[in-house]
């Protein structure tokens, strides 16, 4: 079964740039499709991008549209999320997690590795 962990998180600065990795373990990631979620304090998990399994099709919320990158590197089996612009809104923190299923649901997804917490200064 397929482990993933989040990393990447830090401090940054509101209109600056952060780069999150998710790194795969225990199976291949480019099986799965991966979503990056995030999580207020006292909130659900809200799903950010998703990349698919097949042909790197991939799905941004709206808010994040147009400043926010996803990407695999299948050598590395690793998944990125780049994110430039950054907001205040955006502070969270992130985790990626796999699904066989295209879906923004957080239900269907497995596989959730620790986070990692994004803290925007303004």
């Known amino acids: 079964e397929v482990q993933l962990q989040a990393s990447g998180g830090g401090l940054v600065q509101a209109g600056g740039s952060l780069r999150l990795s998710c790194a795969g373990s225990?199976?291949?990631?480019?099986?799965?499709?991966i979503g990056w979620f995030r999580q207020d304090p006292g909130n659900e998990h809200k799903v950010v991008s998703l990349i698919s399994s097949k042909d790197d099709t991939t799905y941004y919320e709206d808010s994040v549209k147009g400043r926010f990158t996803v990407s695999r590197d299948n050598s590395k089996n690793m998944v990125y999320l780049q994110m430039n612009n950054v907001k205040p809104e955006d502070a969270a923190v992130y985790y990626c997690?796999?699904?066989?299923?295209?879906?923004?649901?957080?239900?269907?997804?497995?596989?959730w590795g620790r986070g990692t917490q994004v803290t925007v200064s303004s």
């Open positions: 225990g199976g291949t990631l480019a099986d799965y499709v």
């Open positions: 997690a796999a699904s066989w299923l295209w879906s923004v649901y957080p239900s269907h997804y497995d596989n």
